[in-house]
């Protein structure tokens, strides 16, 4: 199975000296040629394809480019309510009480039974309550611009302590108002 190397490397130089016989190279192109003919119409049309699909990407990625590096504009003060601080932003205990007050309030205002004999007493309750979250929104800028203070701190919890005692209220309203109308109608 072992063979000597030298008589390998003979082998070799012999057959490297055989030369393909003259024209087989021109023969060998025809062959080619007329087995894959060239097709010069489609291939202008398909180059033009390319064309226009690598202009609309070129366009596309320009256009993505442009709103990805566009320097902001100026935000209109309307905005400044998505940017707002809150109690929580301040501590983690300040977001404790802020949760809770606020998971209160929305319990609460569940809990209403609106019918129409007490519609205009809950829309009285209402109208405050929405006086009050304007005047937290207030706070809330107040608290957004000028900084966390103990003032703004203890107004916005106070907010929060008074629309959940006016909650309160208008449940125990409703509530006389309810033992009273099945009083009236026992009678």
């Not at 291939?43 to 226009?52: L, Q, T, V, Y």
């Not at 902001?72 to 707002?84: M, R, Y």
């Amino acid at each position: 199975m072992a063979q000597d190397i030298r008589k390998l490397l003979e082998q070799e130089t012999q057959l490297s000296k055989l030369k393909m016989p003259d024209g087989h190279e021109a023969r060998f192109l025809d062959k080619l040629d007329q087995a894959l003919p060239v097709e010069t119409k489609k291939r202008s049309i398909f180059n033009f394809i390319n064309i226009a699909a690598s202009v609309v990407v070129l366009i596309g990625l320009s256009f993505g480019a442009y709103k990805v590096f566009e320097t902001p504009v100026e935000q209109p003060k309307t905005e400044v309510a998505t940017q707002l601080k809150s109690l929580g932003d301040i501590s983690p205990d300040l977001k404790k009480v802020e949760d809770y007050y606020l998971a209160n309030i929305n319990l609460e205002l569940s809990k209403v039974k609106l019918t129409p004999e007490n519609k205009e007493l809950f829309d009285g309750y209402v109208l405050k309550l929405e006086e009050l979250n304007d005047e937290y929104t207030k706070l809330s800028v107040e608290l957004t611009e000028n900084g966390p203070n103990e003032l703004t701190v203890s107004a916005l919890i106070d907010n929060l302590k008074l629309r959940l005692n006016l909650l309160y209220r208008l449940k125990e309203q409703l509530q006389d108002l309810n033992e009273s109308d099945l009083d009236q109608q026992t009678s």
